[in-house]
């Protein structure tokens, strides 16, 4: 799927977000792919942040910014995902899930923030 728009991308953000979360709060019982939590290119929003509409979208400086917590987003559900297929739920684990939300909804602002400005 092609995006075009920073709405999509916060749409297709939301979708991932979703997944993930109905996977790590056991409403869905399959094992998230570890490689496609850490990878955050694989995801659409990473791939939308890879083309040269988003630079020009976002400006550089919000590209980069967006692109440095979008890294990190996805090392942290790597993490959790990581622990929740091997069944070694540690209690740092709410830690992260906590960062994860958090940085998704900043995730999510910075986009916003970007779409004004244009």
Known sequence: MAIDTIDAAILAHRAWVGGFQ?????????????????????????????????????????HQEICSLHVRFHEIAGTIAERLNGGQVQQDTQALISQFDELSKELVNLLRLSKRKN
């Open 22 to 62: 109905s996977c790590y709060k056991g409403i869905n019982n399959e094992t998230f792919d570890l490689a496609k939590a850490r990878d955050w290119s694989s995801c659409i929003l990473g791939r939308w942040l890879s083309s040269e509409m988003a630079r020009q979208q976002l400006g550089a400086a919000g």
